[in-house]
Nanobody, 122 residues
Framework: QVQLVESGGGLVQAGASLRLTCAAS????????MGWFRQAPGKERDFVAA????????VYADSVKGRFTISKDNAKNTVYLLMNSLSPQDTAVYYC???????????????WGQGTQVTVSS
């Protein structure tokens, strides 16, 4: 049973940085992908970034390119999302998810964490 646990969210001011962590357990992650998604109140869950476990291929949403960085630590089964230059528009619950392929589509990911709240004040 794959379990994903996010941490690192919080309340910050615009322009600040946060690093989210997604700790994965339940199997050895040598293949497949991990993705970060976010959902603001009243809105759909949107793709943020994804990384392939073995090749390290990375994909970003246009809205976060140049500001967010996704990375992984295979030895720790952990994925990170470093978020710089945060703005109020980044306020959302951030979820990590695991899947067989690196895609931007939420429906293609099989396992999800409980989410961590990120709030950016102006």
């Amino acid at each position: 049973q794959v379990q994903l646990v996010e941490s690192g969210g919080g309340l910050v001011q615009a322009g600040a940085s946060l690093r989210l962590t997604c700790a994965a357990s339940g199997r050895t992650f040598t293949s497949g992908a991990m993705g970060w998604f976010r959902q603001a109140p009243g809105k759909e869950r949107d793709f943020v970034a994804a990384i392939n476990w073995n090749r390290g291929t990375i994909v970003y949403a246009d809205s976060v390119k140049g500001r967010f960085t996704i990375s992984k630590d295979n030895a720790k089964n952990t994925v990170y999302l470093l978020m710089n230059s945060l703005s109020p528009q980044d306020t959302a619950v951030y979820y990590c998810a695991s899947g067989s392929y690196i895609t931007t589509l939420a429906d293609t990911y099989d396992n999800w964490g409980q989410g961590t709240q990120v709030t950016v004040s102006s």
